[in-house]
């Protein structure tokens, strides 16, 4: 064993393989992407009791080695030491839910069968006792051939047992064998492997394994084939389906019958699955309307949390930039520098800081509702109507967090196991309405509606604006999975795991990781464009004493002339490009730039003097600027362009790609000017 | 001799055996591979308020799929089952 061993946690979905890693490791852990694939790689450190020090690697939960997900296939990838980025581990802890024994051991058989040194850690004795089922767990030991571990990763129990038989010198190779491969695919395994060891595609001195379960990947490029070997791949598959058409599916039942044995001998359950908890509460939860109605309630509490209950802290952070930022104009000198570091820096990294409470908050609740369970529910309930656009019901959440800040809407569809739901599902979310379009369509609404228009028709174009959004959403994830996208829809399987008590320690870790991942992606970026927008909207520099003369004059004002012809023919003219422009860093800017185009004094909590500097605004005409046409054109262009620097760099690292970015920048921005265009254009023709 | 029953025609609370799944198909592999074999006990425990999808029991776990799969799993043996729903629903 060498100097400080890998040890890989291992185990299905819900398990409470990532409770016991962080019961292990505590904050001793890093999390970063697995290179080429967006998978977390969590690595963390721990000690036994004799003070020797073991790492630990917890891997993605998965049902099976044959992988069906990323998530899977770098398990699988990890433990057939395939990739070049991460050792193969020297031990293995197989977590395994005791109270979902069978199902549980068909991925522990299958690890065990690749023959590391091997601990089993029984978790959730508790559950599993309460269901009334009997393990006899030395008999478990004995059949297997490694260590099994009792305990309860939620408390703690069982987990200085666990460390020792981790931690012991010499870790017995599991005896474990299911059952023997028919001899047929024996047969042309042989002959595959072969073949694949003459070009190098597989490990020498390699099992039969390791082919197996590449072959078993009906996505080839998942498999990290090379394009050299995908030709020996296919012939391989061609050479098992001709021994035995069958072959997936009877080595699936032949390992459930192996299974089936060795839970006769190791496991007592009363014939009658017993009412649990779970299943009382699942009788409410689930229920035909109350379920529903549930559902509904979650619902408007988290948006009273992340609308109301976050804007203290927002107001928090705003003031305390603003301090920062009156205090570095006093004990600067005045010119250049400061201004680059008071409007370009501060004011722009304080304008994506002042949505980490809503992330935070959102993370927070999406925390605890995976780790209860409930999670599963709420797909359970959403399925059938994501199904109309043909999704299904694990991309509600991530959708729904999009109306707060599409930055954890998109970071929170890694829940998604099928590529191409969650894909649609990134691509789509940004036309939820997030909270940064809210200052906008404030203004709007109330530069164009006189004061003695009704509050509720006020409320009535808001409401119209986040459904119009909504349905633009819906529309593109139908087209995009009917049209664009290739590739069969994955079925909708969903497993309902057992509630339990949420982990704060957990939840609060997972916050904490998330929240950093959008600071610092989402903050370098926004800073340097800041940076830029505010060299743009300075440089080059006129003498005169009139702020917006001084925003002509200079690149962005320039840039806002520039685009006139383009935006002209949806109503805008070049000062509202302006504003456009700077919405590309983040759409609530557009307030601040406009105040400064009309050199007015305006703050966000009172918009009054802007809106009726804009009332006030004409044309060479005599005809205002902002008539009801424009507004309701720039509005609808508010709705769908994708205006926000934050999601666009999120997006580039959760699809890894720079191609699906800027698709989505393009077809958003482009449903914008045709939809403000058609609006513009035909209003005009209709003479208002 | 009758049509073959399916998974998505069994009723609420009742329990079956699993008799064919269609082999190489890869989400019914999938639904092999969480313990829906052939000759697997399977509970039906409800269906989503909105009518699907519908949640399974099978070797103590608890598994929702859409009808699109259930129609293909065929089954035998069909048994009323007791069915603890039933029994908290006449308690409240």
Redesign the interface.
């Known amino acids: 064993m060498s100097e400080t061993p890998l040890l890989a946690i291992v185990g299905n979905p819900n398990c409470g393989k990532t409770t016991l890693f962080n019961l292990l490791t505590g904050l001793r852990q890093k999390v970063a992407n697995y290179p080429g694939v967006t998978v977390e790689k969590k690595i963390g450190e721990c000690w036994s009791q004799h003070g020797k020090k073991l790492r630990l690697i917890d891997l993605p939960g998965a049902?099976?080695l044959?992988a069906?997900s990323p998530d899977e296939a770098v398990l699988r990838d990890v433990l057939l030491g395939r990739r070049e980025d991460t050792p193969r581990p020297d031990r293995v802890v197989i977590v395994v839910d005791a109270?979902?024994?069978?199902?549980n051991l068909?991925l522990a058989s299958q690890v065990l069968e690749l023959g590391l040194p091997t601990v089993i850690a029984l978790n959730m004795v508790d559950v599993a006792e309460e269901?009334q089922?009997l393990i006899n767990v030395p008999k478990l030991a004995e059949e297997l051939g490694v260590p099994v571990v009792t305990m309860q990763a939620t408390t703690g129990k069982g987990l200085l047992e666990l460390k020792a038989a981790m931690s012991r010198e010499e870790l017995p190779k599991p005896r474990w064998h299911s059952a023997p491969l028919p001899e047929v695919i024996r047969a042309a395994l042989h002959g595959i492997r072969a073949e694949l060891l003459l070009s190098g595609a597989v490990h020498e001195n390699t099992s039969l394994l390791e082919p197996l379960y590449l072959l078993s990947d009906?996505d080839p490029l998942r498999a990290g084939i090379q394009d050299v070997h995908l030709g020996q791949i296919q012939r391989g598959r061609h050479a098992l389906e001709a021994a035995n058409?069958?072959w997936?599916?009877q080595l699936?039942?032949d390992r459930?019958t192996a299974i089936e044995k060795l839970c006769q001998k190791v496991l007592n359950?009363p014939d009658?699955?017993?009412?649990s908890l779970t299943?009382?509460l699942?009788?409410w939860l689930?229920?035909?309307?109350l379920?529903?109605l549930t559902v509904l309630a979650i619902l408007v509490f988290l948006f009273y949390l992340i609308f109301k209950v976050a804007e203290g802290p927002m107001g928090w952070i705003e003031a305390a930039f603003a301090a920062l930022g009156s205090w570095v104009t006093g004990a600067m000198p005045p010119g250049d520098l400061r201004d680059l570091i008071v409007d370009g820096a501060i004011n722009g990294v304080s304008g994506v800081v002042i949505f980490l409470p809503q992330i935070l908050i959102l993370f927070f609740f999406i925390g605890i509702m995976e780790d209860t369970g409930y999670m599963?529910r709420l797909a359970?309930?959403m399925?059938?109507?994501m199904?109309i656009v043909g999704l299904n019901?694990k991309a509600f959440l991530p959708f729904l967090s999009s109306y707060a800040c599409a930055v954890p809407g998109v970071m929170a569809t890694r829940t998604i196991d099928s590529p191409k739901d969650r894909l649609i599902t990134i691509l789509v979310a940004p036309l939820a309405s997030c909270s940064a379009r809210l200052p906008v369509y404030l203004l709007l609404i109330s530069a164009f509606m006189p004061n003695s228009v009704s509050i509720w028709a006020k409320a009535s174009i808001m409401v119209g604006l986040y459904a119009l959004g909504t349905l633009g959403a819906f529309f593109f994830a139908w087209l995009l999975n009917k049209g664009v996208m290739r590739g069969?829809n994955?079925?909708?399987?969903?497993?309902?795991?057992t509630y339990k008590m949420p982990s704060l320690k957990s939840i609060l870790l997972l916050v904490w990781q998330r929240a950093k991942a959008f600071l610092a992606r989402a903050g370098t970026v926004i800073f340097g464009i800041s940076i830029l927008i505010w060299a743009a909207s300075t440089y080059p520099k006129t003498d005169s004493p009139d702020a917006s003369i001084r925003l002509e004059k200079s690149i962005a004002g320039r840039a806002g002339h520039l685009i006139e012809p383009v935006i002209a023919p949806l109503g805008y003219d070049w000062k509202i490009g302006i504003g456009l422009i700077g919405s590309f860093a983040a759409r609530e800017v557009f307030v601040n730039t406009m105040s400064v185009v009309y050199a007015v004094e305006a703050e966000e909590e009172d918009m009054t003097p802007l809106r009726d500097h804009l009332r006030a605004e004409t044309r060479a005409d005599g005809k205002p600027v902002y008539s009801p046409l424009v507004c309701i054109s720039l509005l609808v262009f508010y709705v769908f362009a994708m205006q926000c620097v934050s999601t666009m760099a999120i997006v580039k690292r959760e699809t890894n790609s720079w191609g699906w970015m800027w698709f989505q920048l393009f077809f958003m921005t482009g449903t914008a000017y045709v939809l403000a265009l058609g609006i513009y254009q035909i209003g005009t023709a209709l003479g208002y | 001799m009758h049509a073959q029953l399916t998974l998505a025609q069994l009723p609420i609370g009742s329990a079956a055996f699993i008799h064919s799944l269609p082999t190489g198909r890869v989400g019914l592999t999938r639904l092999r591979e969480l313990g829906l074999t052939p000759g697997a006990r399977v509970t039906m425990v409800r269906r989503a308020p909105l009518g699907e999808p519908i949640e399974i029991t099978v070797r103590g776990s608890h598994i929702a799929m859409r009808d699109h799969e259930a129609q293909h799993i065929g089954i035998t043996h069909v048994e009323q089952a007791f069915n603890p729903a039933q029994s908290t629903t006449t308690q409240a």
Not at chain 1, 99 to 103: K, Q, S, V
Not at chain 1, 286 to 289: K, S
Not at chain 1, 490 to 497: D, G, H, K, V
């Open positions: 049902y099976s044959n069906r109270a979902n024994l069978e199902r068909y269901k089922w009906h058409s069958g997936e599916d699936v039942n459930y359950r009658q699955e017993l009412p299943q009382k699942d009788h689930l229920h035909p309307w379920g529903g599963a359970f309930i399925d059938r109507l199904s019901g069969a994955a079925p909708m399987i969903l497993e309902m795991p």
